[in-house]
């Protein structure tokens, strides 16, 4: 007998190999696959504003990286004494005011050069629901600790979700025609919000993208699938139960491999894997000669790489 019900995906044909240029922006899954993707050493750039989870924000992100927005004094705010921005997620925020503002707008020159070199933008959504700050009705990108009392709250409708990512897809090919996009839906459940509300959060991203797919150039992977319906046991989830643990993304990671990344870069994997592990390793005694040998051949190894593939450790 067979106890599950397995999703059967098939490989794409323009596939991800090691000339490619990769920008993942989303939610906390995207992170997972960007260091997955990075330990492979993969060119890849991830969240430059940290994890975004809405479609709006993302939008943001995108059209202010690609209009050069200058962040100033006005777009930061102090909180318990760090400075803030609304249109990003707390890592980049700091106790000193101008190295926020020099960071966000590095973010954003990184950005704009990235869309505009990627072959590879992957947008992983979180939610549908978003929160505006009443002051001025923006939709922030994270809360920063704020009193809820000075947030509104909404469920994003499919068609407005729909005409946010086609915005991003035209703006995205507008300068770059030869990217391809990528929609997933992150399998991290945002039960803070409920249960149902989570499910119909998730149901409106789904629908959205399939929506915004029928009319623009896209695709669409299936990692929220994976875990709902695929690995669907709580073996698979942290403590919180909310997470995937690691078993879980090493699972959707080999999906993702097997649909995206080019076969005929599993050998150079396999190769930049060793040398990883290598470069982990603890020695016993890092005096001894048969260590110096390790690091020399390891040493010759990253030399192949970097001069073969053009690699860099």
């Known amino acids: 007998m067979n106890f599950r ?3 059967q995906l098939q490989k794409e044909e323009n596939q991800i190999d090691y000339a490619s240029k990769l920008l993942l922006i989303g939610s906390c899954f995207s992170e997972n696959i960007s260091k997955k993707l990075t330990y492979y050493k993969f060119d890849v750039a991830s969240n430059p504003f940290g994890i975004l989870f ?9 059209l202010n990286s690609l209009n050069k927005k200058k962040y100033t004094e006005k777009d930061v705010f102090l909180l318990n004494e760090r400075w803030h ?4 997620h707390s890592d980049l925020s700091s106790s000193d005011k101008n190295e926020l503002l020099e960071n966000l707008n590095n ?3 990184s950005t704009n050069k990235r869309i505009h070199e990627s072959t590879y933008i992957i947008i992983t959504l979180g939610t549908s629901w978003i929160y505006k700050f009443i002051e001025t009705d923006a939709v922030v990108g994270n809360c920063h600790k704020v009193p809820q009392k000075k947030f509104s709250k909404k469920l994003l409708s499919v068609d407005e979700i729909v ?3 086609k915005n991003i897809c035209f703006q995205i090919s507008e300068v770059n025609p030869k990217t391809s996009v990528i929609f997933t839906v992150s399998p991290v459940r945002h039960i803070k919000d409920g249960f149902v509300e989570n499910s119909v959060s998730k149901a409106h991203l789904i629908s959205a993208i399939h929506k915004t797919l029928k009319v623009v150039h896209g695709k669409y992977f299936p990692s929220f699938e994976m875990m709902m319906d695929d690995l669907r046991d709580y073996r698979f989830y942290n403590s919180d139960m909310i997470h995937p643990n690691e078993t879980a993304i090493d699972y959707i990671w080999e999906q993702f491999k097997h649909v995206w990344i080019d076969e005929n870069t599993f050998p150079v994997m396999k190769e930049v894997e060793t040398v990883q592990k290598g ?3 603890k020695p016993f005694n890092p005096d001894s000669e048969q260590h110096q040998k390790f690091l020399a051949d390891l040493q010759q190894k990253i030399q192949s790489l970097e001069n073969k593939q053009r690699i860099k450790f």
């Not at 809405?54 to 995108?62: D, G, Q, S």
């Open 54 to 62: 809405n479609p709006k924000v993302i939008e943001t992100l995108i």
């Open 5 to 7: 019900t397995n999703i």
């Open 85 to 88: 921005c609304f249109d990003a």
């Open 279 to 281: 470069l982990a390793h």
């Open 163 to 165: 005409a946010t990512l």
């Open 107 to 109: 973010a954003i020159n």
